[in-house]
Structures are given as C-alpha cells and as structure tokens.
C-alpha cells in the first residue's frame, strides 16, 4: 500500500486525475472502475479539463462504475447514471456503449448482478478501480460485515450511510436503503486500486485502515491484502497521523 501525501481536496483531485491521464494516455483501451459521491468530483472536473486541453482521449476505454441504488431510475437527477454523465460522460468522447453502471431499476436480484460480473470479466477485467471511503469503512456500498468474498450483489444501506448521503436529496427519507454494488472480491480483482480519502471526516476510517487490522466488520481492510493499492490523502484527512 502507497500513501500519496497531498495538502487538501484540489491536490487530492489533480493528483488523482493525472494518474488517471497517465495510465489512459499508456493504455488507451484502459478499463476504468470508476466511483461516484462527493471524492471524486474535483478529480472528473480535472479529468474533462485535460480532455479538453490536451485531447487525452477515452474512445476506447471502458468503464465499470462501483455501484447505482436501488430504486432509482437512470434518468432520476439523485441516480450515479445521471451523477457520471453530469460530471464525466457527457464531457469526453467515451462511447456510451462502453459506459457500464449497475442497473437501479433492478428486476433479478441474482442474474443481474451475476451478469454485471460476467461483463467485467469478459472484458478482461478492471485495470484501474478509484475508490472512496465511506466514514464505517465502506468500499463501494459493501457495508461493514458483507463478507470479503462478495461477488456483485444487492445490499440494504447502514443507517449511517443514509445520513451521509442525505446532503444530496431534499430529506433522508428519499435517500433508497439499498444499492446495487460490485462486492468486495468484484473490487478486489482489479489489477490496481486507487483509494481517494478527503477531510476530516475521514480520518477516522483512515486511521483505523492504517491500522493494518483485517476484518469483515471494516470493509475498506480488505485492501491490506490487495498487492497494488495506492492511497492519495490530503492533510485533513490524515491529520494526527502521518
Ligand atoms: C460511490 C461509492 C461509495 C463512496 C463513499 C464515500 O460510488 O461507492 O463507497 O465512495 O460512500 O462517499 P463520499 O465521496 O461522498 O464521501
């Protein structure tokens, strides 16, 4: 595991982004696991501002995003559809076809996200997944306890990442209690990781990860066993620790 120690949010994002940049511009059939919510919404805007500048090109990359909730409609404004096309898709030259986010209107339970991870691996599997942290330790939405082998599948929100995600709808009742999400040996397979930690809210799901102690009650632990994980993190989040 490698920490890439940055000061604040922006260094954190432009980091994150010319990483990205560097591994599309060396693999331009690069497939790309790619995170929604607050973290990496500076990296995107950084990613489309180098789209537009220097040309780096997505025609022919792939992505795979973590996760989508359930309930929600692609079109519904609060739905990660609509949060990657807003922030990301509708600003590069990415083919649609090439876009993938587990499905919210979900009607199989079992064989959609079993087909979800047949694309993924059909595809060749993810080269690079970026990841955020969830404050109890989550990694997509494998909330604390989903077992470390977990294949891609429905799971009922922890009450405390309704109340975070509350910020991005009118009130926490709208918030959908569950999501559609890659588990965590979906996330595991990839062949790099890179971790996205920001502020001080964080810090404590940082400093617990840190810690180095591996368990299902803290679902971001998993990472300590993967071979390629690179953490970028600003000074709030590590405050009164590295
Ligand atoms: C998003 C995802 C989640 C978030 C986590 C942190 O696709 O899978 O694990 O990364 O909830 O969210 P923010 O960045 O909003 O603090």
């Known amino acids: 595991m490698k920490i890439i120690e940055v000061t604040n949010y922006q260094e954190m994002s432009k980091a994150a982004a010319d990483y990205i940049i560097s591994k599309v511009q060396k693999s331009p059939n690069l497939i790309l696991g790619l995170a929604t919510g607050g973290t ?4 995107y805007k950084y ?3 180098d789209h537009k ?3 780096t090109s997505y025609k022919d990359v792939t992505t795979f995003n973590l996760d989508e909730y359930v309930g929600l409609a692609k079109e519904n404004p609060q739905s990660y559809h609509s949060y990657m096309n807003e922030h990301f898709f509708n600003h590069i030259d990415i083919n649609p076809a090439n876009t993938h986010i587990p499905n919210g209107k ?10 979800y991870e047949e694309l993924i691996k059909e595809s060749g599997g993810i080269d690079l997944q970026i990841l955020g942290i969830g404050q109890n330790g989550h990694i997509g939405f494998n909330e604390p306890g989903t077992p470390f082998s977990s294949n891609s599948h ?3 929100l922890a009450p405390s990442t ?11 009742e709208e918030v959908p209690t569950k999501a559609n999400t890659m588990g965590i040996n979906t996330i595991m397979r990839s062949k790099e990781i890179l971790l996205l930690v920001s502020g001080e809210n964080k810090r404590q799901a940082l400093t617990q990860l840190l810690e180095g102690k591996i368990s299902e009650s803290f679902p971001a632990s998993a990472l ?3 071979p390629n994980v690179v953490i970028i993190a600003d000074e709030a989040a590590r405050s009164g620790r590295t």
């Open 47 to 49: 990613l489309v501002e």
């Open 40 to 43: 990496p919404v500076g990296t």
């Open 53 to 55: 500048k220097n040309k």
């Open 106 to 115: 979900i009607e199989s339970i079992k064989d959609e996200p079993a087909a």
């Open 162 to 172: 309704i109340e975070a995600n509350a910020r991005y709808f009118e009130s926490p």
């Open 154 to 156: 429905i799971i009922e």
């Open 224 to 226: 300590l066993n993967h």
